[in-house]
């Protein structure tokens, strides 16, 4: 098995501190040669009987066996609800290999948000000359909405839905975050407008003050 060996240097410690360090690596190691070869000997005088031992029967059942030597393993049978928008924001560019049937179809969508895996996207979704001019969007911040994952790829497929604009502006980032969380920040309809008073100022009358806890 792989072994780490660890040592302490102390930097206050210049004039002996690097041999100190040597010689503590070089003792370690020397211990676990020793060890090693220890435990080899034992195993080479141990081994006819492990060898009959392992002849007798063995434990087929994995419930007969001690905890300690089990892994537990689940699997999802069932998606409840989805809590994720699939809607990511980031930044498109070409593909690596430019001989690929693949270069001329799709473009790289790369999510900000690294748990987001990143995305194929149709070169119809992206500005007309990205292709030719693709540093001009290096720093453009865009929507991709993911449509697809096939459990053989590493890569999800999905659609641009907007440019945003450029990144590191608060109202393109803003509205980055605002549509990953699913947040409607749409304007208000005539019809929730309506139910504010039309009459202002507007004031909280006495009376309809003394009901309420003033948490101002």
């Known amino acids: 098995p792989d072994v780490i060996i660890e040592a302490q240097f ?14 503590v690596l070089t003792d370690d190691i020397k211990k676990l040669s020793l060890d090693t070869g220890e435990k080899g000997k034992a195993a080479g005088v141990t081994g006819v ?12 059942d994995p419930r007969l066996l001690p905890d300690e030597f089990l892994q537990r393993t689940a699997k999802v049978v069932y998606i409840l609800e989805k809590k994720h928008s699939r ?18 179809r799709c473009a790289m969508f790369s999510p900000v948000d690294h748990r987001v895996p ?24 865009f929507i ?18 907007k440019s945003l604009g450029q990144a590191g502006e608060i109202e ?3 509205e980055g975050i605002l549509t990953e969380y699913g ?4 304007d208000f309809s005539p019809e929730v407008l309506e139910c504010l008073p039309q009459n202002l100022p507007w004031v909280i009358s006495p009376g309809e003050l003394a009901k309420r806890r003033d948490l101002r």
């Not at 102390?10 to 010689?23: I, V, W, Y």
């Not at 009987?49 to 087929?60: F, L, T, W």
């Open 49 to 60: 009987h492990r060898a009959k031992q392992d002849d007798g029967p063995k434990v087929s």
């Open 87 to 104: 809607a990511a924001t980031g930044f498109i560019k070409l593909l690596a290999d430019r001989n690929s049937e693949l270069f001329k």
């Open 10 to 23: 102390d930097d206050n410690d210049t004039e002996h501190g690097q041999d100190h360090l040597q010689d």
């Open 172 to 174: 393109p980032e803003s």
């Open 118 to 141: 990143r995305v194929y996207v149709p070169l119809a979704d992206c500005p007309p000359d990205f292709v030719t001019k693709p540093e001009a969007y290096s720093q453009m911040l």
């Open 144 to 161: 991709c909405r993911i449509v697809d994952w096939k459990e053989d790829s590493n890569f999800a497929s999905g659609q641009l839905c």
């Open 183 to 186: 947040v409607d920040f749409s």
